[in-house]
Structures are given as C-alpha cells and as structure tokens.
C-alpha cells in the first residue's frame, strides 16, 4: 500500500467515526426532545387539574349561595303547610306534603334481647340466630312494650314537596324535592 492509500483510508475512517458520533449526538438529541416533550404533557396536564379545581371551586362558591336560599324557602313552604293543619296540599307548580315516617326499632343490647326474645321475634339461618327487625317491630305495635334490649326510635312528621311541569325531568315532569339527611338527587325531603 502506498502513503495516499493509507492516508485516504485515516481520512475515510476519521470521518465515518464523526458521522457516527454525529449519529449518536442526533439521536440523543431526540430523546431530549421526547423527555421535554412528556414533561410539557404533564406540565399540561396538571395545570388543567388545577383550572378545573378553580372552576370545581366557583361552582360550590356560586351555588352555595343558591342552596341557601332554597333551604329559606323550603322552611317557608313547611310553616305555611303546617299552618294549614293538612296533609297534603296541591299547588299549580307543585305539591307540598306532611308524613309521618314508620317507627324504628334499634337492638341496644344484643344479648339481653337474645335472652328473652320469643322466636317470631328472631329468624334462624343455620349456624346463626339473627333478630328480625319488622317482626320485632310488629310486637312492639301489638304489646306497645319493646322487649328488653330493644329500643323504639318514634317516626317523625316530614316535609317533602314535589314540582310539577321540569323541562329537563323525563319522568313526567315531577321532581319530590325538599330537604333531609336522607335527601337523593330527584328526591328531597325537609326536616
């Protein structure tokens, strides 16, 4: 081989190993881009969980205010039917009701009722003996004297209401609304 040969091929090897160092950087390069890339998507991402926090945050503010004054209007509604003395009452826009929710019978000690409690009283699966509320609840209303280890929670009168003729209501255009512990979306009942 002569002194070019050997020359052309330094030179020929010096350059291939440039591109491949180039390769190598270019493709590095990529993958800082894919890095900033995925760190500007959860960057997007966590700015939308807060812009929809502020706008969560607003709402509750906005409606809050509304609540109130539902809940103003619903003791009026109530005063003004137990004002009337009537059960019922059967308005254009809606219906305004007073009814007295069923007795609750409550097991304060579970051993002192299993003790003397009669067997209507109790329902018998195998392996276990559990009480029977509404069979409790039955003698209760037939002796008008709980058995011992069993307490009677008395049913209390409540409000409820129902309006007549929503637009966006499919089931007919009626809505049982009022307010309660037991208050469901289309169902309210006022204490």
């Known amino acids: 081989m002569t002194e070019s040969e050997n020359f052309l091929d330094e030179l020929l090897a010096e350059a291939e ?13 990529l993958l800082t881009q894919v ?15 807060k812009e929809v926090a502020i706008i969560k945050q607003w709402a509750l503010n906005k409606n809050h205010g509304l609540q109130v004054k539902i809940e103003w209007i ?14 019922t009452l059967d308005l254009p826009h809606g219906v305004l009701k007073v009814h007295k929710k069923p007795d609750k019978v409550e097991i304060t000690d579970l051993e002192l009722f299993l003790k003397n409690a009669r067997p209507e009283m109790l329902s018998v699966m195998p392996e276990s003996v559990k009480p029977d509320l509404s069979k409790i609840k039955a003698y209760v209303k037939t002796h008008y004297t709980p058995p011992p280890g069993i307490k009677v929670i008395e049913g209390k009168e409540e409000f409820s209401y129902k309006l007549n003729n929503r637009k966006d209501d499919e089931d007919g255009g009626q809505e049982e609304t009022g307010v309660a512990v037991e208050s469901a979306v289309l169902g309210r009942i006022a204490v």
């Not at 190993?17 to 390069?29: N, V």
């Not at 890095?35 to 969980?49: K, P, R, T």
């Not at 619903?74 to 059960?87: C, G, P, S, W």
């Open 17 to 29: 190993a440039k591109e491949e160092q180039y390769t190598e950087s270019y493709f590095d390069l």
């Open 35 to 49: 890095q900033q890339m995925q760190d500007q998507i959860a960057h997007n991402f966590s700015e939308a969980d």
């Open 74 to 87: 619903e003791k009026k509604l109530e005063a003004f039917i137990r004002e009337r003395k009537v059960k």
